[in-house]
């Protein structure tokens, strides 16, 4: 399968996923987290992964090796092994946190998922993260995940909730977003 058809499929799936939204909230304020996950519906191998960021100016950023670990403890509690030598991995779970307003993080998610706390009190901060092959960069499971803080609320602890969230009931069903608290 090549990597721009399992794009289109992933998009697809991120089209169909409005009539499954459960609506917004105020995210971690309130204990909640939004989270969408895309997967071709096929059993994932569980074998050796690498975590890399989706950027690659992360890579050296201190605080994205924190951000790996937590996805990595997720990664192993669900049956994959990290590879020590991340260059000989043919799976890599790539990833990307965002923090800004929760309109601009959710930007083509299904409709409902409301906008909790405004104004400078909270920030949305996203996860994404997306397992793809290495040979031929085909994504075979990718899931997003949104919540709201109080401003000042540590970055490490927002993205260990959302990662919790995220691969709660990993793979998860596909194209559809679930609120998580």
Request: aromatic residues 6%.
């Amino acid at each position: 399968m090549k990597a721009s058809f399992a794009g289109l499929v992933l998009m697809a799936a991120v089209s169909m996923a409005g009539c499954a939204s459960t609506g917004g909230g105020r995210g971690a304020a309130s204990g909640g987290v939004d989270v969408m996950r895309t997967h071709l519906g096929q059993q994932l191998a569980r074998t050796q992964i690498a975590v890399e960021p989706l950027n690659a100016a992360d890579a050296n950023n201190p605080e994205f090796a924190a951000f790996a670990q937590t996805v990595e403890a997720q990664l192993v509690r669900h049956g994959y092994a990290i590879a020590p030598n991340r260059a000989q991995s043919e799976q890599i779970a790539r990833v990307d946190i965002r923090q800004g307003s929760r309109a601009a993080l959710t930007t083509g998610w299904p409709e409902g998922l409301e906008p909790g706390e405004t104004g400078a009190d909270y920030i949305a901060t996203l996860l994404d993260v997306r397992i793809q092959r290495r040979s031929d960069g085909t994504v075979f499971w990718q899931g997003r995940a949104v919540t709201e803080a109080p401003a000042g609320t540590p970055r490490t602890q927002i993205v260990e909730q959302l990662a919790e969230a995220l691969f709660r009931d990993f793979p998860g069903e596909s194209g559809r977003t679930i609120r998580v608290r």
